[in-house]
């Protein structure tokens, strides 16, 4: 028999103050706040981000996420 594994945070929000829209994606609290301007709201390890915020996100992580791929090759 398969349980279905039940997630604390379902149907939850962007984690961004004043922010309201549904989550997309879940990044580390400390990259967010380091990388970021964005004020996060989050109580655990990770904070949801909506669609635009990770957009964000990833535009302000975007060189470091090069430099590592490129460690690789």
Same mark, same amino acid.
């Given at each position: 028999?398969?349980?279905? +594994? #039940?997630? #604390? !945070? +379902?149907?939850? %929000? @962007?984690? $961004?103050? *004043? @922010?309201? =829209?549904?989550?997309?994606?879940? $990044?580390?609290? *400390? #990259? $967010?706040?380091?990388? %970021?301007?964005? /004020?996060? /709201?989050?109580? *655990? !390890?990770?904070?949801?981000?909506?669609?635009?915020?990770?957009?964000?996100?990833? #535009?302000? %992580?975007?060189?470091? !996420? =090069?430099? !590592?791929?490129?460690?690789?090759?």
């Amino acid at each position: 028999m398969k349980h279905e +594994r #039940k997630s #604390k !945070r +379902r149907n939850k %929000t @962007c984690d $961004v103050k *004043g @922010c309201d =829209e549904d989550k997309k994606q879940s $990044v580390p609290v *400390g #990259k $967010v706040s380091k990388k %970021t301007d964005l /004020e996060i /709201e989050a109580s *655990g !390890r990770n904070a949801y981000l909506c669609k635009k915020h990770w957009k964000k996100y990833k #535009k302000a %992580t975007k060189e470091e !996420r =090069e430099m !590592r791929q490129l460690s690789w090759d």
